[in-house]
């Protein structure tokens, strides 16, 4: 039989080479101002996102990047969403999005002012139709005589007399230099499906609700886990299982942030949620069969217990976090672009999850009941010493 809880140290150390690497470039991320460690989305930074349709072709990410990179935006994210048709989403660094100008109002006709008392015109009779009597604009291709207050003829085209067959409106400000230089590359642009910009304040409250929402999360697996096993141990010990998943994916993104320039977005908490629940679930297994059997095995040492226990649950774990995996890898590699940085954190989360269920978790269980076991025997000793 496979001693699993005998070699714990083993998988400690296993552990700690694991996580190790990430919580140096996480740490590194304050100390070289952001250029190394976790790279957050704009969803946390504050930005602008804007998502839209070439009618012609559809571009690769790197090709957009490429020209976001020749407008000073380096180090945008741009990646591909398909749903009916296939968009370009772009998501960079708050560039300002300005309204159109408003148009100027012309004068009511009772606000005009009164006919010159140089031209009067009679009681009864019709009203003059020289142009320079009324100051609201004439048919007439002749000029008025006097500034009209209304808008000038000349005034720029309607969008539908410029704008090529089948394309959106334009669009203003800073964004709009950057659609240009799009359409110059890539052809018309002819649906703007996103245009808007996250402010700082915005975006620091979704990174204390993703904080508040794991933090909720973790103390109600403990409370749950404490009252279904009257154990607080086997809740504590959850908890830092979940712990150890959490900052292995932490310290990936880390990593790869740094050599790849992989964000964290807001889809990041929820896969962090979503491993936290995976991973509690392999662990209840493991612990509801050591419960089974520490009555069905009573007077065994803890350890056998615990090590039969991880023996008899290790298929059941393994075949439901590979074939999660499997389906998980099948997304990655086919699946929308948008969604990719997402089922990577779920792969390593779930992965993750799986080892720290049968190795560490038990493990730490086995741990923390030896020293309990050594130290009540040293308070029966110091009692029976008196």
Request: charged share 15%; proline share 9%; net charge negative.
């Amino acid at each position: 039989m496979f001693d699993i809880i005998g070699k714990r140290r083993w998988f400690y150390v296993f552990s700690a080479l694991l996580i190790a690497p990430g919580l140096i470039f996480a740490i590194l991320g304050p100390l070289t101002g952001g250029r190394m460690g976790l790279q957050f989305s704009i969803d946390f930074t504050g930005g602008t996102v804007y998502e839209v349709h070439f009618r012609d072709t559809t571009p690769t990410p790197e090709q957009v990047r490429e020209v976001l990179a020749e407008q000073g935006l380096a180090g945008t994210v741009a990646l591909t969403t398909s749903q009916d048709r296939t968009y370009v989403l772009i998501r960079t660094e708050a560039i300002g999005l300005v309204d159109p100008p408003l148009p100027v109002a012309s004068p009511s006709p009772a606000a005009s002012p009164s006919p010159s008392p140089a031209s009067p015109t009679p009681a009864g009779s019709p009203a003059s139709p020289d142009p320079g009597a009324s100051p609201s604009p004439s048919p007439s291709p002749s000029p008025s005589p006097s500034p009209s207050p209304s808008p000038a003829p000349t005034a720029s085209p309607s969008p539908a007399a410029t704008l090529p067959s089948g394309a959106a409106p334009p669009t203003p400000g800073r964004l709009g230099e950057l659609r240009e230089a799009l359409e110059e590359r890539f052809g018309v642009i002819d649906e703007v499906r996103q245009e808007s910009t996250i402010g700082p304040v915005i975006s620091a409250e979704l990174g204390q609700q993703a904080i508040i929402l794991i933090i909720l999360g973790s103390a109600g697996i403990l409370g749950w886990m404490t009252y279904r096993f009257a154990d607080v141990r086997m809740g504590a010990v959850a908890i830092a299982a979940l712990i150890h998943d959490v900052v292995l994916v932490v310290g990936v993104f880390a990593i790869l942030g740094t050599l790849m320039g992989l964000q964290i977005d807001a889809l990041f908490v929820t896969a962090m949620l979503t491993v936290i629940g995976f991973s509690v679930h392999d662990t209840i297994v493991v612990f509801d069969r050591i419960r089974e059997n520490r009555i069905r095995h009573a007077g065994e040492p803890f350890a056998a217990i615990v090590n039969h226990s991880l023996l008899q649950t290790l298929g059941r774990s393994l075949n439901t976090s590979i074939t999660t995996v499997l389906v998980l890898l099948g997304l990655l590699l086919l699946g929308s672009e948008a969604t990719r940085a997402f089922i990577f954190a779920m792969v390593v989360g779930i992965t993750a999850g799986a080892y720290s269920s049968i190795f560490n978790a038990a493990a730490l269980l086995v741990d923390w009941h030896h020293w309990a076991e050594r130290r009540r025997d040293r308070q029966v000793a110091t009692v029976r010493a008196r």
